[in-house]
């Protein structure tokens, strides 16, 4: 699955993001780089499809589907050059496959703005210069090899088209599979989180590079999550963005459920029957005979899986079938 890492700006709300969406204890600072190194954390995404069929399995586990989110050390104006953990930010932010840039939009005084003020957009321009530049050097550096090997043609002319066309807010995920050995992060999904309440067109993002845009105002998020007297009054909106963005990113969720455990599971779209399986558990990735499906929104009219058989809602299918989002699975072996 996806591998997601946050990036932003020192004190832009990055760890107070991973903690109320993974109720985990992260470091929380008021200071530049409280975070040194990258540490996963885990976001249960609980979905409205997830409860409703929980409700009528009523097993004795509910296990839901997650996302998992790198804490990444946030980079500062010079990352590119190595300044503040720059070239170790760049690397871990390399390794991941998605990438959700978190801005500030808050006002606090005890947490200091590393460049003095809070804006948005001269964040998220320091953040494209210093990823553009680092991706430079990079793009240089390999053009010059495979002109020296004289192999890999290809790659060569599609790193000399990608060196004459950058610049900021241009991305190439076109050519993310073909690239793949140089982890450009130009080539990678990008998604943009603005963090806090303070009033923002959020229009002004839509034309840039980003999939799509989100606000939040984690600081709030995290209170609600933490006090059981404030969720009584005020729903979270955790659940919704988890829920939001695991489709924009491109996952798709299906479930399965046996006697005892009722659970979702995330894929990437296009994944077939077999795919599944083998998340499921290898075993039935290596025995697999065929599978019977049916949507979810089938199965709560019937509310019950031999009944949906016998009405003929249920279908039969083999390994080249394509799972479909909201489809309950049960492997035959």
């Known amino acids: 699955m996806y591998k997601i890492g946050t990036c932003g700006l020192p004190n832009a709300g990055k760890s107070t993001f991973l903690k109320a969406v993974s109720k985990t204890d992260l470091e929380i600072g008021n200071y530049p780089f409280t975070t040194k190194k990258p540490k996963i954390v885990t976001a249960l995404?609980?979905?409205?499809?997830?409860?409703?069929?929980?409700?009528?399995?009523n097993t004795k586990e509910l296990i839901p589907a997650y996302l998992e989110f790198s804490d990444i050390p946030g980079l500062i104006k010079g990352s590119h050059r190595g300044l503040g953990l720059g070239n170790e930010f760049l690397s871990y932010l390399r390794a991941c496959s998605v990438i959700l840039e978190i801005v500030r939009?808050?006002?606090?005084?005890?947490v200091p703005h590393i460049e003095g003020n809070v804006d948005p957009e001269r964040d998220i321009l320091i953040i494209e210069e210093e990823i553009i530049q680092a991706d430079k050097k990079i793009i240089e550096e390999n053009i010059k090899k495979l002109e020296k090997?004289?192999?890999?043609?290809?790659?060569?002319?599609?790193?000399?088209f990608i060196y004459k066309n950058l610049e900021p807010f241009k991305r190439f995920e076109e050519y993310e599979n073909q690239l793949k050995e140089f982890n450009l992060l130009i080539t990678k999904k990008w998604f943009l989180l603005i963090n806090g309440n303070k009033k923002i067109d959020l229009e002004k993002f839509k034309n840039l590079c980003f999939h799509?845009?989100?606000?939040?105002?984690?600081?709030?998020?995290l209170e609600i999550e933490e006090d059981e007297e404030i969720r009584k009054e005020i729903s979270s909106s955790i659940q919704n963005f988890l829920n939001e963005f695991r489709k924009d990113v491109g996952l798709i969720e299906f479930f399965t459920f046996t006697?005892?455990?009722?659970?979702?599971?995330?894929?990437?779209?296009n994944s077939s029957i077999l795919d599944c399986?083998?998340?499921?558990?290898?075993?039935f990735y290596n025995k697999f005979k065929s599978a019977e499906i049916i949507n979810i929104d089938d199965f709560l009219k019937y509310k019950d899986w031999e009944e949906a058989k016998n009405k003929g809602a249920i279908k039969q299918v083999g390994k080249d079938y394509i799972v479909q989002e909201g489809d309950i699975i049960k492997i035959l072996i």
Not at 105 to 110: G, H, M, P, V, W
Not at 149 to 160: D, T, V
Not at 212 to 221: G, P, R, T, W
């Open 149 to 160: 090997s004289k192999k890999e043609k290809e790659k060569l002319e599609i790193l000399k």
């Open 277 to 283: 399986a083998r998340k499921i558990h290898t075993d």
């Open 212 to 221: 799509n845009i989100y606000q939040l105002d984690c600081l709030f998020e």
């Open 45 to 57: 995404v609980i979905s409205e499809n997830l409860l409703n069929l929980y409700n009528i399995t």
């Open 105 to 110: 939009n808050f006002e606090r005084i005890d």
């Open 259 to 269: 006697k005892e455990i009722t659970q979702s599971w995330f894929i990437e779209k």
